[in-house]
């Protein structure tokens, strides 16, 4: 054929596919080979749909919580006939499977590569991920056809050359790239303080040793003994300064052998590792790391220091007791409505085990042994730590709930992704009533990776079929501040390497999804603690909420900001309260202020909405113990307290919440008591990187939290037992 006879013929559709140092190309695929395509069809009433869905979810309006079931969004929503037979018969002509949702606006798609290739005009090959070595089935063109009949009738197609990376796999990678990257960063003897872990009264520090000369260290895994070859020096101790506010420096001397030097299987380099060091309770503390190095020809001599982030207050561990404790759930209350429902969503070989993890983890908790359901794919034996955090803490929280691990891939949907989520929940009559999703991207990074803003406006659509059947949905805000910068999580797109412009998170950010920030405990939770006065610091005792932060001595900071869409603008559930933020940062004497406008979108949504502790939560992992953290923590954790108020709802004769957004900010505006504000904290920052990183890890501009609902923490953290009376007792 012409060229001028194909355009006529096909309709290309460009796709910037997100095809980065991720993924290595292998050989093109057999076309006996079986894929599998979601299609999204174009949808009706999508208008009436929003109008439904706002109504259902408002606690003011009469008819609040009169959800529409399944059947009676697909007869308002479903595509026309026309529609479903013109794009079925293309795929069932070339040999393809198709098989037609409930919902009547998906069609799932099973064909061979052949038949795929001929179809479309493409080549499909295989595409394996450089660190995990998971597979994909993709394209790696930047387009490919489909013919103008059916332009009219589809909104997207994905398993072609979408590309999704879960966050596991790009944190491995960004250990790989960040260590092998130098960035013009200057050479320093110093050592690489990475981390602090550990608690109120102990710590432990992570670190990177380098050589006088600046190159790292080798490690001797057989005399578990450190040098330099170059120099010929050799590692003989390590001094560790702990100093606290209005202290001297304490130090202390270990050998390599003592601060447990070994290969890091991630970071692909030597990580030593302290002992704990005992600390001042609920002071903050700087820490510093020394090398010392021995020669054969001359004298000792000292690496320079290297430091951790700013003077830092370790927080205490936590675990569901002290989730309940805080928010106000009774001890040992748990949920007893059998119609109730929760769950968690999880991707591409992100799996749990239930017998040595799940069941370890209740009995180290205290609390009764119940058992998720699994929908989908599962492999005990390769746990992911995302899923296993997931499942622990909505669990654990949302106690005696009954939970589904909802899992979505196998063996022909390879690298199936939220929308795909979307999809079975659409063919799924009772769905979960409540789902936490710790999973997303920036805005931009859907649209470089599908090539339009078409997902994220399909995915809108979804939501809203979801607040229209009264189910919750939520995720966490992204865990490297108002920019994304040098986030390792993203799903789709890679790396994003500068401060500005503001990068919002997808679907945290959705005016349909509840936004979760993260907080941690610490004793200086009000902004006078520390403070000097008369050169005295303000030590404070009590523990309160802190949002995460680099700033606050955190290796990553909570994320947060505004929708930069422009389809994505200010709810009107929402608008009095970003008003009074955007009053209060530019009313003089209140200590705040807004970053330059350039870099955001004043009149997009913000978010997030809420926040819950989401830093040095007790999980079990491969059957041990591990503190892990993120706002794919805090997700979980609100899903959980969400699911026993749906319980006490449920029981009481009432429909679930459903959509959650409108409420909560009706409940705000009352002033009285239904949220714990957050007054400490900025979004500024990052994510921490390691030294030689081209990305940064602090920033110039950011958000502040301030009284009341901010673009760091939300509207604070929920009073737990204030928000079930009203839900109970003032609520429809």
Not at 63 to 87: C, F, G, H, M, R
Not at 390 to 395: H, R, V
Not at 662 to 683: C, E, K, R
């Amino acid at each position: 054929l012409s060229v001028a006879l194909l355009v006529q013929l096909f309709f290309f559709v460009n796709t910037v596919v997100c095809i980065n140092e991720a993924w290595l190309k292998g050989p093109p695929l057999p076309a006996w080979t079986k894929v599998a395509l979601t299609v999204g069809l174009k949808q009706r009433n999508i208008d009436r749909l929003t109008e439904i869905a706002t109504r259902v979810s408002d606690p003011l309006s009469p008819t609040y919580s009169d959800y529409l079931s399944l059947e009676q969004i697909t007869n308002l929503v479903a595509p026309k006939d026309e529609t479903i037979s013109t794009v079925t018969d293309y795929f069932t002509k070339a040999g393809a499977s198709v098989e037609l949702t409930k919902s009547k606006d998906f069609l799932e798609v099973i064909i061979t590569v052949g038949q795929l290739n001929t179809l479309m005009g493409i080549t499909m090959f295989e595409w394996q991920h450089v660190a995990s070595s998971r597979v994909l089935h993709r394209t790696d063109t930047r387009s490919w056809m489909l013919p103008p009949s059916l332009i009219d009738h589809v909104d997207v197609i994905t398993g072609i050359s979408d590309f999704f990376e879960h966050p596991a796999e790009k944190k491995e990678r960004k250990k790989l790239t960040a260590v092998l990257n130098k960035g013009g960063a200057p050479k320093s003897s110093a050592p690489d303080v990475i981390r602090l872990r550990g608690a109120q009264t102990e710590v432990v520090a992570h670190f990177v040793v380098y050589c006088p000369n600046g190159d790292r260290a080798t490690y001797n895994k057989t005399s578990r003994s450190m040098y330099c070859a170059m120099e010929q020096a050799t590692v003989t101790s390590f001094t560790v300064g702990i100093q606290s506010r209005n202290e001297g420096v304490r130090t202390m001397s270990f050998t390599p052998d003592e601060v447990m030097c070994s290969e890091d299987p991630n970071y692909k380099l030597p990580i030593c590792q302290t002992h704990g060091i005992q600390i001042t309770r609920n002071r903050r503390l700087q820490l510093s790391v020394t090398v010392t190095y021995s020669f054969p020809n001359k004298m000792p001599e000292d690496s320079e220091t290297g430091y951790y982030l700013p003077y830092y207050t370790p927080p205490p561990f936590v675990i569901p007791e002290t989730v309940h404790r805080l928010y106000g759930v009774p001890s040992g209350y748990h949920g007893t409505n059998k119609s109730n429902s929760q769950s968690v969503v999880a991707f591409e070989k992100q799996y749990i085990n239930v017998d040595t993890d799940l069941y370890t983890f209740f009995r180290n908790m205290g609390l009764p042994q119940t058992t998720p359901i699994i929908h989908g794919t599962n492999n005990p034996a390769s746990p992911g730590e995302e899923s296993t955090l997931d499942i622990q803490y909505s669990m654990g929280t949302g106690v005696n709930v009954p939970t589904t691990f909802w899992s979505v891939s196998g063996p022909v949907r390879k690298g199936a992704y939220i929308l795909e989520w979307a999809m079975q929940i659409a063919n799924t009559t009772n769905a979960p009533l409540v789902t936490s999703i710790s999973y997303g991207d920036t805005e931009l990074g859907f649209y470089n990776n599908y090539g339009s803003w078409q997902y994220i406006h399909r995915m809108e659509a979804e939501l809203t079929k979801m607040a229209a059947r009264g189910l919750t949905v939520m995720g966490g805000s992204g865990d490297a501040g108002c920019s994304n910068v040098g986030e390792a999580g993203n799903d789709l797109s890679p790396t994003d390497p500068t401060c500005t412009p503001f990068r919002a998170f997808y679907p945290s950010v959705s005016p349909w999804v509840t936004s979760v920030s993260a907080s941690f405990l610490s004793a200086n939770s009000k902004p006078v603690c520390e403070k000097d006065i008369q050169s005295n610091p303000v030590i404070c005792d009590e523990m309160g909420e802190v949002s995460v932060g680099i700033i606050n001595g955190v290796y990553w900071t909570t994320g947060g900001g505004f929708s930069n869409l422009t389809f994505n603008l200010l709810p009107a559930w929402q608008k009095s309260a970003v008003e009074g933020y955007f009053k209060w940062a530019k009313t003089p004497g209140t200590g705040g202020s807004l970053p330059n406008t350039a870099f955001w979108n004043q009149k997009g949504r913000g978010y997030p909405d809420v926040s819950t502790l989401g830093l040095n939560l007790i999980d079990v992992f491969a059957g041990h113990r591990i503190p892990i953290g993120g706002t794919s923590a805090s997700g979980p954790v609100l899903c959980g307290l969400v699911a026993l108020w749906n319980d006490a709802r449920l029981n009481a004769g009432k429909k679930p919440l459903g959509h959650l957004n409108p409420l909560f900010y009706h409940l705000a505006s009352l002033q009285d008591g239904a949220f714990n504000d957050i007054t400490v904290g900025n979004n500024a920052d990052g994510d921490l990187q390691m030294r030689g990183s081209k990305y940064p890890s602090t920033c110039a501009e950011g958000f502040d939290t301030a009284p009341g609902w901010d673009p760091v923490s939300g509207l604070g953290s929920p009073n737990w037992p204030y928000i079930k009376d009203y839900v109970l007792t003032k609520l429809r």
